[in-house]
T-cell receptor, first 109, second 115 residues
Framework: EDQVTQSPEALRLQEGESSSLNCSYT??????LFWYRQDPGKGPEFLFT???AGEEKEKERLKATLTKKESFLHITAPKPEDSATYLC??????????FGSGTQLTVLP | EPEVTQTPSHQVTQMGQEVILRCVPI?????FYWYRQILGQKVEFLVS????????KSEIFDDQFSVERPDGSNFTLKIRSTKLEDSAMYFC?????????????FGEGSRLTVL
């Protein structure tokens, strides 16, 4: 069964304290691994797509990496405005996205 | 910047009633989706729609649900005979390409409360 597991469930950081979020996945025939950001009461906002092991994507303070079984979202020197829930998702043989439960990130000033 | 818009933002209904959730996707997008998120749970796929027909649907999307693109701009989700467990946030999304690329543009959601 295709699955996406994210850890930790919640993470509190001080402003400027770098860290990483983990996404473990099992899927038959990975089409892509995706990261989204979701603010409270809002829809997910697309961040990155990764297609193959070893691939990396960066955007401002965020960098996403991919291995054959995991993806990491690295947050460098976070700011309070980076506080949100970060969702990992994959698409496999079925084209719909399978989401993880998310990591709720809080960055304290 | 183009965005997906959804109405209503919040709807309260009695169990057994029918509801229609409406979405206006981004104008040049070709693929449309409904996802839902029960409070505190994962975002779950319901249905995808392309070329005026359903292309994929999940086990959740049973005969109680239907989708329609009635006029070339709106995309609707109809839920017949609502149940308590239908209470959730329903997200519409659109994409210029097949969803396998993952770059879906989501609306802000319609919160459905079934009493």
């Amino acid at each position: 069964e295709d699955q996406v597991t994210q850890s930790p469930e919640a993470l509190r950081l001080q402003e400027g304290e770098s860290s990483s979020l983990n996404c473990s996945y099992t899927v038959s025939g990975l089409r892509g691994l995706f990261w989204y950001r979701q603010d409270p009461g809002k829809g997910p906002e697309f961040l990155f797509t990764l297609y193959s092991a070893g691939e990396e994507k960066e955007k401002e303070r965020l960098k996403a990496t991919l291995t054959k079984k995991e993806s990491f979202l690295h947050i460098t020197a976070p700011k309070p405005e980076d506080s949100a829930t970060y969702l990992c998702a994959h698409s496999g043989s079925a084209r719909q996205l399978t989401f993880g439960s998310g990591t709720q990130l809080t960055v304290l000033p | 910047e183009p965005e997906v818009t959804q109405t209503p933002s919040h709807q309260v209904t009695q169990m057994g009633q029918e509801v229609i959730l409406r979405c206006v996707p981004i104008s040049n997008h070709l693929y449309f989706y409904w996802y839902r998120q029960i409070l505190g749970q994962k975002v779950e796929f319901l249905v995808s729609f392309y070329n005026n027909e359903i292309s994929e649907k999940s086990e959740i999307f049973d005969d109680q649900f239907s989708v329609e693109r009635p006029d070339g701009s709106n995309f609707t989700l109809k839920i017949r005979s609502t149940k308590l467990e239908d209470s959730a946030m329903y997200f519409c999304a659109s994409s210029p390409r097949t969803g396998g690329t993952g770059e879906l543009f989501f609306g802000e959601g319609s919160r459905l409360t079934v009493l």
